[in-house]
């Protein structure tokens, strides 16, 4: 029984070491893998001639969600090195800062299992609660995100935090932050939620047919 456990458990944390791997791989082709439309990257859907909706948060929604709140750490962390890495190579001054870019990001991933079992307490479908979490969620990561790039605008344009304030805001307006962060919520909580709930589905089956195996 004891090596039967232990056996269990090894191949468990395999499993979400390899899952792990693969969400890492696919947040680093988002983020790092240009487009070939502009300076941004294959992670960004264009909604509007000068208009972006991101997709790399997707698989830290996804991840998380299945695996629980180490994944989210982990794989939020890799989301955060992986955004600022790119704010380096397609020269994006406001990102380089890791308060900026990377810290908000760790907070998002650690918060997702727990927001995702909040909701599915009252939500019984499945694909419903997932698909709800994640659209607050998404919208939660850009609150933190834009909290943070309002000390990295300061810095970039020399301004004090007071003095930033309103050019602040007046740029996000102007690049269009009202309309691509609901996008990009109602995006992450269509697409996640179908991945998740398949991918859920996917593990569910499997672990069902192992534990007949070994029966």
């Known amino acids: 029984m004891t090596n039967e456990k232990s056996n269990k458990s090894n191949r468990e944390k395999t499993r979400e070491?390899?899952?792990?791997?693969?969400?890492?791989?696919?947040?680093?082709?988002?983020?790092?893998?240009?487009?070939?439309?502009?300076?941004s990257t294959i992670g960004f859907i264009k909604i509007a001639p000068d208009l972006e909706a991101t997709i790399i948060h997707i698989p830290v929604l996804i991840g998380a969600a299945l695996f629980g709140r180490k994944m989210g750490f982990w794989l939020g962390t890799a989301f955060g090195i992986v955004s600022m890495i790119a704010a380096f190579i397609y020269s994006s001054p406001f990102f380089i800062y890791p308060w900026v870019s990377v810290l908000p990001r760790i907070i998002f991933g650690l918060i997702i299992f727990d927001v995702v079992k909040f909701f599915q307490r009252f939500i019984k479908n499945r694909h419903l609660a997932y698909g709800i979490s994640?659209?607050?969620?998404?919208?939660?990561?850009?609150?933190?995100?834009?909290?943070?790039?309002?000390?990295?605008f300061a810095l970039v344009n020399h301004f004090t935090l007071k003095e930033a304030f309103i050019p602040y805001l007046e740029a996000l307006v102007l690049w269009g932050i009202p309309i691509s962060a609901p996008a990009e919520a109602i995006?992450?909580?269509?697409?996640?939620?179908?991945?998740?709930?398949?991918?859920?589905?996917?593990?569910?089956?499997?672990?069902s047919l192992q534990t007949e195996e070994k029966e």
């Open 17 to 39: 070491l390899t899952m792990m791997a693969m969400f890492i791989a696919i947040i680093a082709l988002l983020g790092l893998v240009p487009s070939g439309w502009g300076a």
């Open 134 to 152: 994640f659209l607050i969620l998404t919208l939660i990561h850009t609150i933190l995100v834009l909290s943070m790039f309002w000390t990295s």
């Open 187 to 207: 995006l992450a909580g269509l697409v996640g939620a179908s991945v998740t709930t398949r991918l859920k589905e996917s593990l569910v089956r499997n672990k």
